[in-house]
């Protein structure tokens, strides 16, 4: 598509419970980022994806947090035994190339899922 | 911690005034992007600069990278109620990875 979708746009769940977050990067773009936003403002890295590869998760939380980006799948976080502490927006974007030095491109963000937990 | 520091946090001006937002840090970064978020909807590009020193404009919004691509700066004309939004910057850095910056919540009062 021409846009990244994530879905669903508003997820609530108990502590304790299971949450899934999906993101259908653009097609044709080979990077996936996944992005948390606390309190409107701070905008924190969790992971990135080349293709089917983590290509970097040094912002992942080291338990509880994992993430998928399958061929012919949309990709996916997952958080396990929710905290209050998750609730926040999750980002994801999508990009043709990295940002490392020469490559530039943008990253197109979806609008996010807003995860709530009671 | 946060690699990237914006000033101001919030700013609240009316209509037609102009404003600066600065991006700061002690890192230097291959190239800096800036992104306005409205609510409830993702982060939009606005610009990316790549060259220390460089000058980007984007009608009222003008946009430096320091010479020692270590900062940036986003300076806006004549305000106006559609401006309003989250500014971000956000720097590339040698890996694959954006660093975001604390942001700017700008409020344009008509």
């Known amino acids: 598509g021409e846009e990244v979708a994530q879905t669903p746009k508003h997820l609530v769940r108990g502590e304790g419970q299971k949450a899934k977050l999906y993101c259908a990067p653009i097609k044709g773009h080979s990077y996936v980022f996944w992005y948390q936003q606390v309190l409107k403002n701070e905008f924190k890295f969790l992971i990135s994806?080349?293709?089917?590869?983590?290509?970097?998760e040094t912002g992942m939380p080291k338990e509880r947090f994992s993430a998928k980006c399958l061929p012919n799948s949309p990709c996916s976080l997952e958080i396990q035994a929710t905290k209050l502490e998750d609730s926040a927006v999750y980002f994801c974007a999508s990009s043709q190339s990295g940002s490392g030095p020469g490559n530039n491109q943008p990253q197109h963000f979806g609008d996010g899922t807003r995860l709530s937990i009671l | 911690t946060q690699l990237l520091e914006q000033s101001p946090q919030f700013l609240s001006i009316q209509e037609g005034e102009n404003l600066t937002v600065y991006c700061n840090s002690s890192s230097v970064f291959s190239s800096l992007q800036w992104y306005r978020q409205e609510p409830g909807e993702g982060p939009v590009l606005l610009v990316t600069v790549v060259t220390g020193g460089e000058v980007k404009k984007l009608k009222r919004l003008t946009f430096q990278f320091g010479d020692a691509r270590k900062d940036s700066s986003l300076h806006i004309t004549a305000a106006q109620p559609g401006d309003t939004g989250l500014y971000l910057c956000?720097?590339?850095?040698?890996?694959?990875?954006?660093?975001f910056g604390t942001g700017t919540s700008l409020t344009v009062i008509p």
């Open positions: 956000a720097g590339a850095g040698t890996g694959n990875q954006f660093y």
């Open positions: 994806f080349q293709n089917e590869n983590v290509f970097d």
